[in-house]
């Protein structure tokens, strides 16, 4: 009725060691409780589990990847939200945005973001493997032929409890995979999607300065050629061809930021294609050479308007 009642709840919990440490919790129901004169909001789950990787203080254990699975019938967990009211200012929590960094900055950010996306696919491709019982170098067991073969079905090998209790192990195991896996691909989503920003917000650095070259080696050309229509005519072309540009340009950035193209292809794809265009207007203003006849163009117009005001004016026709 109030919205407080959860049921099928998942949580994805980590600690701010660049992802380790990752807890997964699931309930079959919990319930959100909070107080007006309190900033503390808890949640109250019933009948789960959690799943916790552990990282070993000793270097050669880690290796084995641990991980701590346990069972709860309630679990309360309280969430502070005075957080939320508060705003940072401060000229580290600006500068932190991808568009504010300089040339240098930016760099330094993309090689740490691309360190941890690669150590945490190594990480979690690791931990996949040793769950799973998968080594990285398997060996080849010499098996004596003599012995009998294992029969069609293993698990006729076992009773009956031991048949259940292996289900419900690989089922849970399966469950638990599944889970770290749909975490682990969207977080790395997110990771590849900051790195295409900060990418798109380097190129743009010198995009920019060539886009003012471009622009003029295609303005200054334009309006040699058109040489009629006063100030108007030439406006108007170049209103267009700026358009044209800032349409393809946000949309290559768009397009890259979400994976679609490169980051480098998405933010110059728009300079590529008018590349040729600013270099035929040079070519041909500096061969004194017309790019269109526009007489052509607007003859046919000027006679077009000229037949319908003739047409809808009987006064003028008359005389």
């Given at each position: 009725?109030?919205?407080?009642?959860?049921t099928?709840?998942?949580?994805?919990?980590?600690?701010?060691?660049?992802?380790?440490n990752?807890?997964?919790?699931?309930?079959?129901?919990?319930?959100?409780?909070?107080n007006?004169?309190?900033?503390i909001?808890?949640?109250?789950l019933?009948?789960g589990y959690y799943?916790?990787?552990?990282?070993?203080k000793?270097?050669?254990?880690?290796?084995?990847l641990?991980?701590?699975?346990?069972?709860f019938?309630?679990?309360?967990?309280?969430?502070?939200?005075?957080?939320l009211?508060?705003?940072?200012?401060?000229?580290?929590?600006?500068?932190?945005?991808n568009?504010?960094?300089?040339?240098?900055?930016?760099?330094y950010?993309?090689?740490?973001?691309?360190?941890?996306?690669?150590?945490?696919?190594?990480?979690?491709?690791?931990?996949?493997?040793?769950?799973?019982?998968?080594?990285?170098?398997?060996?080849?067991?010499k098996?004596?032929?003599?012995?009998?073969?294992?029969?069609?079905?293993?698990?006729?090998?076992y009773?009956?409890?031991?048949?259940?209790?292996?289900?419900k192990?690989?089922?849970?195991?399966?469950?638990?995979?599944?889970?770290s896996?749909?975490?682990?691909?969207?977080?790395l989503?997110d990771?590849?999607?900051?790195?295409?920003?900060?990418?798109?917000?380097?190129?743009?650095?010198?995009?920019?300065?060539?886009?003012?070259?471009?622009?003029?080696?295609?303005?200054?050309?334009?309006?040699?050629?058109?040489?009629?229509?006063?100030?108007?005519?030439?406006?108007v072309?170049a209103?267009l061809?700026?358009?044209?540009?800032?349409?393809?340009?946000?949309f290559?950035?768009?397009?890259?930021?979400?994976g679609?193209?490169?980051?480098?292809?998405?933010?110059?794809?728009?300079?590529?294609?008018?590349?040729?265009?600013?270099?035929?207007?040079t070519?041909?203003?500096?061969?004194?050479?017309?790019?269109?006849?526009?007489?052509?163009?607007?003859?046919?117009?000027?006679?077009?308007?000229?037949?319908?005001s003739?047409?809808?004016s009987?006064?003028?026709n008359?005389?």
């Amino acid at each position: 009725e109030n919205g407080n009642i959860l049921t099928g709840v998942t949580i994805h919990e980590k600690a701010n060691n660049y992802g380790e440490n990752k807890t997964v919790i699931k309930a079959k129901n919990g319930e959100l409780i909070s107080n007006e004169k309190s900033s503390i909001l808890k949640l109250v789950l019933n009948d789960g589990y959690y799943y916790q990787d552990v990282t070993p203080k000793k270097y050669e254990d880690r290796t084995k990847l641990p991980f701590v699975k346990g069972k709860f019938k309630k679990q309360i967990i309280n969430i502070d939200l005075s957080e939320l009211n508060k705003t940072d200012d401060s000229p580290e929590s600006v500068g932190s945005t991808n568009g504010m960094l300089n040339v240098n900055e930016l760099r330094y950010t993309l090689d740490s973001l691309n360190k941890n996306f690669k150590n945490e696919i190594v990480s979690f491709s690791e931990n996949i493997n040793q769950r799973v019982g998968i080594k990285s170098s398997p060996k080849v067991i010499k098996t004596d032929k003599k012995k009998k073969p294992l029969p069609n079905n293993l698990l006729s090998l076992y009773t009956n409890k031991q048949k259940s209790d292996i289900i419900k192990m690989a089922a849970s195991t399966v469950t638990s995979n599944i889970y770290s896996i749909e975490t682990t691909q969207k977080d790395l989503k997110d990771k590849q999607r900051d790195i295409n920003k900060h990418l798109t917000a380097l190129y743009e650095k010198f995009v920019i300065a060539f886009a003012c070259f471009l622009m003029f080696f295609i303005g200054a050309p334009l309006g040699a050629i058109i040489r009629k229509g006063g100030l108007g005519l030439p406006i108007v072309f170049a209103v267009l061809i700026f358009i044209t540009f800032h349409f393809i340009n946000t949309f290559g950035k768009r397009l890259s930021q979400e994976g679609g193209m490169t980051p480098f292809m998405g933010s110059w794809m728009s300079s590529f294609i008018l590349s040729p265009l600013a270099i035929l207007l040079t070519y041909r203003a500096t061969n004194d050479n017309g790019l269109i006849n526009f007489d052509a163009i607007t003859t046919p117009i000027s006679q077009l308007f000229q037949k319908i005001s003739e047409r809808f004016s009987p006064v003028q026709n008359k005389q």
